[in-house]
C-alpha cells in the first residue's frame, strides 16, 4: 500500500471520505512517519499518540453514523507552539511558559477541528517567535530536511520541516515578518499569509497583543501542494468572533485579468542572480499559460518595513526586556539587542505617525494592484541562509534583515503574500513571491497553481 504520509491532504481527504482507507490508519501512518523521521530534524516539540488515535477513531466514528466530519476529515495536521491548543502548553519556545497550558483552542485550531483534521503535533519555533531560523532552549533546535547546513526558517521552522518530511501534511503557521513564507522558501514548500482579518486568531493564554501585533500578525497555511495550501486557508478561515479583527469577506473575488508585474528588485533591495532567475522562470510559467507579464516597480517597502519594526519594538520594549532577561536565551538576546540597535526608540508622536502613514501605504499599494492583479516578488534577496547565520555577527545580521525586505515590509500593510517553490540549486530550495490586493488569496492561489504545475521539487524527502 502506498505510504500514506507521501500523499497530498486533498488526496487523503477523499481517501478517507470514501471509505478507501480510514482516518485512524492515516492517524497511525502519521505517527510511525514522526516516530520515524523527526528524531533527525526536532521539528515536533510535543505530541500525544493516545490524543492523535482518539481524535481519528472519532471521525471514523462520524463517517459511520453517515456524518460529515467536514473537509479535511482525518487529515494529519501540526499546529506551532505559540498558539492555543487545549491540554497543550503554549510555550512560544520559552522555558519561562513551558507551563502555559492552555484552557481552550484558539480560534484557528478551533476552526481546524470542525474542519475535521487531526492534530498531530506541536511544531517548533524560536524564542519568541523572534527569527528567520528556529533554535532555542526550551525545545532545541530544528534542522531543515533537505540540507541540514541552511536554515529551516523562522519563526514557523518547525511547521516547514514537518510537512516537507512528511509529517503532516499541512502544517499551521503565523506570520508577522515573514514567519509563514520564509520558511516555506528555505525548505521548499509553500506557504500563505493571507490578509489581515482573514483567519481568526487569538489566544486566551496570554494578554490582548499590542496593536503593532494586532495590525500584522496573521496565521496561515503551510503545505506541500497549492491544492492544499487552498483547502487548509478555507478551513481556517470561519467565524470566530473572538477575533474582532476577523473579516467574513468571500474566499472567491470577482474575476481580474491574467496581467501580473514582474518586481525584480523591489524598492531598490539587492538580489542574488539565482533568485532573479527564479523570478523571470515564474514569470515565463505565467506567460506560458497566457497571462500579461510586465516588468514594474513596486510601490514603498523600505520605509513600511521602518515602521513595522517601530511598531513592533515601541511596545515590546515595555515588556519583553525583563522578559528576555529571565528568559536568558542567547539567540532571542542578540537578534532583539540587533533590532533594537536598527530602531531608534520612539515618542509618542512618532508612534502615532508610523500609524498614521500606514494607510498612505495601504492606499499606494492597493492602487498598484488595480493595475496589476498579481505582483511577482523575490521571497528572500538571496538563497536560504546558512543556519544560524544571524547570531554570528552585526554585520550579518544586518545583511539578512536587509535580504528580508518584502518579508518585513509587506505586514504593515495587511496584504496577502504566497510563496511558491519553484526548484533547488543543488539543494537549497529558491521560490517566489507572489502578492496581491487585500482578500485576494483566490488570485494568489490562481497564480500559484499555474507556476507549480509547471514544476516544483519533489516533496516530502526523507532528511539529509
Known amino acids: 500500500m502506498t505510504d500514506l504520509w507521501r500523499l497530498s491532504a486533498t488526496d487523503l481527504a477523499a481517501r478517507i471520505r470514501a471509505r478507501q482507507v480510514s482516518a485512524t490508519e492515516v492517524a497511525r501512518d502519521a505517527l510511525a512517519r514522526l516516530d520515524a523521521t523527526n528524531p533527525r530534524i526536532n521539528a515536533v516539540v510535543d505530541h500525544r499518540p493516545e490524543d492523535v488515535l482518539a481524535q481519528a477513531t472519532a471521525i471514523d466514528a462520524a463517517f459511520a453514523r453517515n456524518e460529515n466530519p467536514g473537509p479535511l476529515a482525518g487529515v494529519p495536521v501540526t499546529i506551532k507552539v505559540n498558539a492555543d491548543q487545549q491540554g497543550y502548553a503554549t510555550t512560544n519556545g520559552l522555558r519561562l511558559q513551558k507551563d502555559l497550558v492552555a484552557q481552550q483552542d484558539s480560534p484557528v485550531v478551533a476552526n481546524l477541528r470542525k474542519a475535521g483534521a487531526v492534530l498531530l503535533g506541536r511544531t517548533n519555533t524560536p524564542a519568541f517567535s523572534l527569527r528567520w531560523f ?8 530544528t534542522r531543515n530536511p533537505r540540507d541540514p547546513s541552511i536554515t529551516p526558517g523562522g519563526s514557523s521552522g518547525g ?13 499551521h503557521g503565523t506570520d508577522i515578518g515573514g514567519s509563514v513564507r520564509y520558511p516555506a522558501y528555505a525548505c521548499g514548500v509553500h506557504g500563505l499569509r493571507p490578509t489581515l482579518g482573514r483567519i481568526p486568531a487569538w489566544n486566551a493564554s496570554g494578554a490582548e497583543r499590542h496593536i503593532g501585533g494586532q495590525l500584522m500578525a496573521v496565521s496561515g497555511p503551510i ?22 479583527w476577523w473579516v467574513g469577506a468571500p474566499l472567491d473575488g470577482p474575476p481580474a485579468p491574467k496581467r501580473a508585474a514582474l518586481c525584480l528588485n523591489p524598492d531598490g533591495m539587492a538580489v542574488q542572480p539565482a533568485v532573479t532567475d527564479a523570478l523571470r522562470d515564474a514569470a515565463r510559467r505565467l506567460e506560458s499559460a497566457g497571462w500579461t507579464i510586465e ?30 532577561h529571565h528568559e536568558a536565551d542567547p539567540d532571542a538576546s542578540f537578534v532583539f539587542a540587533q533590532m533594537e540597535a536598527l530602531c531608534p526608540q520612539p515618542d509618542l508622536n512618532a508612534f502615532m505617525d508610523g500609524l498614521q502613514k500606514r494607510a498612505t501605504f495601504v492606499r499606494q499599494w492597493m492602487e498598484f494592484f488595480e493595475r496589476f492583479p498579481v505582483a511577482i516578488t523575490p521571497v528572500s534577496g538571496e538563497l536560504p541562509f546558512r543556519d544560524n547565520e544571524d547570531v554570528e555577527s552585526p554585520e550579518a545580521f544586518r545583511r539578512i534583515i536587509d535580504a528580508q525586505l518584502t ?11 504566497l510563496t511558491v517553490t519553484t526548484g533547488l540549486v543543488g539543494t537549497v530550495p529558491v521560490g517566489v513571491q507572489l502578492l496581491a490586493g487585500r482578500y485576494r488569496e483566490d488570485l494568489l492561489l490562481q497564480a500559484g497553481a499555474v507556476i507549480e504545475a509547471a514544476g516544483t521539487p519533489p516533496s516530502p524527502v526523507d532528511p539529509a
Open 134 to 141: 528556529t533554535r532555542n532552549t526550551l525545545h532545541g533546535h
Open 159 to 171: 511547521a516547514a520541516a514537518a510537512v516537507t518530511a512528511g509529517i503532516g501534511a499541512i502544517a
Open 223 to 244: 503545505a506541500r501542494t497549492i491544492a492544499d495550501v487552498g483547502l487548509a486557508f478555507a478551513a481556517m478561515s470561519a467565524r470566530d468572533i473572538r477575533d474582532p
Open 295 to 324: 516588468e514594474a516597480e513596486t510601490p514603498p517597502l523600505r520605509e513600511p518595513a521602518a515602521l513595522q519594526a517601530m511598531l513592533w519594538l515601541a511596545e515590546s520594549r515595555r515588556g519583553m526586556n525583563a522578559a528576555l
Open 407 to 417: 518579508q518585513v515590509g509587506l505586514p504593515l500593510m495587511g496584504l496577502p503574500g
